[in-house]
């Protein structure tokens, strides 16, 4: 990971790990709304790379209605993407967690589940802040944080996506 000067401009803003910490805490928050046991660790690998790409994110469903496996089956570019960016965005999703723990904004329990202790109302302060396109990402972990807990247990996502554990 290069240090924070040496980026790109646009490496630095759009992985910046401050934006991606209020990513993955809201799609915590919202996993664990339905699985109180919180998110596992796994799932945050696949739930940034699919809101910081915008041509996956734009194409998410809007309603958890929509089952994880009809929707990769009609979008199979989507999930190929995603088998593509995953690895190369890892060291951005390990830097996001490290720098929501050191905030405690996250922790991993025993189970190795990520857990938070914020609530929507500490989501919603950062909401203004932010810029439409990354108001609209926020509003899609939200969503992604439901849609993974209610489309079965970790596996069973990460095989829907093509990823292997």
């Given at each position: 990971?290069?240090k ?5 401009k646009?490496?630095?803003?759009l992985?910046?790990?401050a ?6 805490t ?6 664990s709304?339905?699985?109180p ?16 790409n915008?041509?996956?994110e ?5 309603s ?24 190369s965005?890892k ?18 329990d ?35 944080g ?5 489309s079965?247990?970790?596996e069973?996502?990460m095989a ?6």
């Amino acid at each position: 990971m290069n240090k924070w000067i040496m980026r790109p401009k646009e490496v630095a803003h759009l992985y910046n790990p401050a934006f991606c910490s209020v990513a993955l805490t809201t799609s915590v928050i919202s996993y664990s709304n339905i699985r109180p046991e919180g998110m596992p660790l796994a799932l945050s690998f696949i739930a940034l790379p699919v809101l910081l790409n915008n041509k996956i994110e734009k194409k998410l469903p809007t309603s958890i209605r929509t089952s994880l496996a009809s929707w990769i089956d009609n979008n199979t570019e989507s999930r190929l993407l995603l088998q593509e960016i995953a690895i190369s965005l890892k060291p951005f999703v390990q830097e996001s967690i490290l720098f929501s723990i050191t905030h405690n904004w996250l922790s991993i329990d025993q189970s190795g589940n990520l857990i938070t202790s914020q609530t929507a109302r500490d989501i919603n302060k950062f909401l203004r802040l932010f810029e439409e396109d990354n108001r609209e990402i926020i509003r899609h972990a939200k969503f992604l944080g439901k849609w993974f807990a209610t489309s079965g247990n970790t596996e069973t996502v990460m095989a829907l996506w093509g990823i292997r554990v």
